[in-house]
């Protein structure tokens, strides 16, 4: 896989995973609370903060014939579209204060882009990287104009069929996508652990040969963690202040001290996951005391036989490897061997 860099951050095999905090609706329209949103992701360890850069007009009309309406099922039904996207977009005139927070704060800060004109106004920002989400997979017009900015793309893949997935890579190659990373996502809100099918991480990273990552709305970390060891790069999960306070995303987010426990149990995977090594760490040496070899376990007389009553495999290890039980069998000793001594070749008459 190649490593990519989002601003000062490299990603891909052999890099830290590249954690992101979504406040996508979570700062309820009060932009003291983005910015309180960012300082608190920041805090919580994460590298990067992600808006959805939108209005309720670039991604949908304003209309109540029924296929604009959201159904039964899902969090937001019974109300529209353009009711739900009112609600939650981002006002573009807060992402310079919020590019400059997360700055200060010292974490990257990239963004969703869902029309054109998103990506024209991000240009105009120059974020580091774009995000493409699962529902724009499709929309091949829009990952040309992303991938012409030459910038890095990181694109999740719900509810996409392979092929889907191939044709949207191949636009955003042959248009200058020259650096891209697929995340996993299941687009169910929240989703269940039980349809993640986490293996198909590995999966795409043979089929792709990007970095792969994970765009997570499972609850809790666990799935994130395991993400992490079949090989993620990148974790994405929804970031929220208080998720008693409400709001359009804030039943599958996760809370400050939540995210701090992620990104702690991540970052101890990684140390876990370490590299394919047999050689004995500190720790083990320190333990080979505590293997078996073998002892004399009964008084012995010079000339009497070793036998198996006499000698015995068991801990510690301080005698002859059990590999030479065979050999000592039958043999005599070369002098008085009180019970407990651990046997050696000076003990055995040659």
């Keep these: ?114 029309d054109t004109t998103a990506v024209e106004f991000l240009e105009g920002l120059q974020i580091p990287a774009y995000k493409i989400g699962s529902f724009e997979l499709v929309d091949l017009p829009l990952l040309r104009k992303i991938a012409a900015t030459g910038k890095p793309v990181i694109m999740s893949t719900g509810m996409a069929t392979f092929a889907e997935i191939e044709e949207a890579v191949e636009v955003l190659r042959s248009h200058g996508a020259a650096q891209l990373i697929l995340l996993k996502c299941t687009s169910a809100y929240p989703a269940q652990p039980s349809e993640m099918n986490l293996r198909v991480i590995p999966h795409l990273a043979d089929s792709f040969g ?19 060891a079949l090989g993620a790069c990148v974790v994405e999960k929804h ?15 996760m809370e400050p001290e939540e995210f701090a426990r992620m990104v702690q149990d991540i970052r101890q995977a990684e140390q876990a996951l ?39 495999s068991i801990r510690p290890g301080y005698g002859l490897h059990p590999r030479h039980l065979d050999e000592v069998l039958g043999k005599r000793a070369a002098c008085d061997v009180a019970r407990g001594a651990p046997l050696a070749w000076e003990l055995v008459e040659r």
């Design 1 to 114: 896989m190649n490593a990519m860099a989002i601003g000062r951050r490299w990603i891909g095999e052999g890099h830290p995973t590249f954690i992101v905090a979504e406040l996508s609706a979570n700062h309820r329209q009060q932009r003291d609370r983005a910015i309180e949103l960012i300082r608190a992701a920041a805090q919580a360890g994460v590298d990067a903060v992600k808006l959805q850069t939108y209005t309720p007009d670039t991604l949908t009309i304003e209309s109540q014939q029924p296929w604009f309406e959201i159904p039964a099922g899902s969090p937001w039904q019974g109300m529209t579209l353009y009711e739900l996207y009112r609600q939650a977009y981002t006002p573009w005139e807060w992402h310079p204060r919020l590019q400059a927070v997360a700055r200060e704060v010292g974490i990257e800060l990239f963004s969703t882009a869902y």
């Design 210 to 228: 990007v970095p792969i990552g994970l765009s997570d709305h499972t609850l809790g970390s666990s799935v994130a963690v395991a993400a992490v």
């Design 274 to 312: 370490g590299a394919v090594s047999y050689t004995r760490t500190v720790g083990e040496e320190h333990s080979l005391v505590f293997r078996r070899s073998l002892f004399v376990v009964s008084d012995m007389k010079q000339g009497e036989p070793f036998t198996e009553q006499n000698v015995r």
């Design 239 to 253: 970031f929220t202040l208080r998720r008693a306070d409400g709001g359009p995303d804030s039943a599958f987010s």
